[in-house]
């Protein structure tokens, strides 16, 4: 095991429900790209944005090999899932669901769209969110990313629930020699790894 390289335990990413949306019945893609099909022409629509961050233990030390499973509704805001009844369009070149493993010093890269906001009840509208399953080494967490300075997220139920709603809001990276689209940095804590 690695030492950690800050004294200080980090606290560990809260748990989120699963949601409606979870994906049975397909099977995840295996690839880090949700903006493309394979063997289908063109990008699904919206803002292409790049998330990324590292699974670790709540001493800092690297999670490698953490399988990361993440699905996500389209940029209006629509779930490729049976159970999703929003008259929101589906997108054909949109990937809503991967499974990808974090590398040796517990990184992970995605790149996809940002969720549209949907209705989630009569006075609920969900802000923006991507939801993760991860099963390290020693637990599963399930738990959901939000976007920065989104207005939805002020009166959104389930991040406002979380004992520390801040570890669920993702940060933006520099855009440094990538100028073609926004990064955003969301580590995720597990307690042991």
Known sequence: MIASTNST????????????????????????????????????????????????????????????????ANTFGRYAHSN??????????????????????????????????YPAGPDWMRPPHIHFEIHGQFERLITQMYFPDEPLNACDRLLNAALRPDLLVATPVPLGNRPHHRVLNFDIVLARG
């Open 9 to 72: 335990d980090r606290d560990r990413t809260p748990d989120q429900i699963l949601g409606p949306y979870f994906p049975v019945g397909c099977t995840p893609a295996k690839k880090d790209d949700m903006t493309t099909i394979e063997g289908v022409d063109g990008v699904a629509q919206g803002e292409i944005i790049e998330i990324t961050g590292r699974i670790l233990n709540r001493h800092g030390v690297p999670v490698h090999g953490a399988g990361l499973t993440i699905w996500q």
């Open 84 to 117: 999703d009844s929003n008259p929101a369009p589906l997108d054909p070149n949109f990937v809503g669901c991967v499974d990808i493993r974090s590398d040796d010093d517990g990184t992970y890269r995605i790149k996809t769209v940002k969720p549209g906001a």
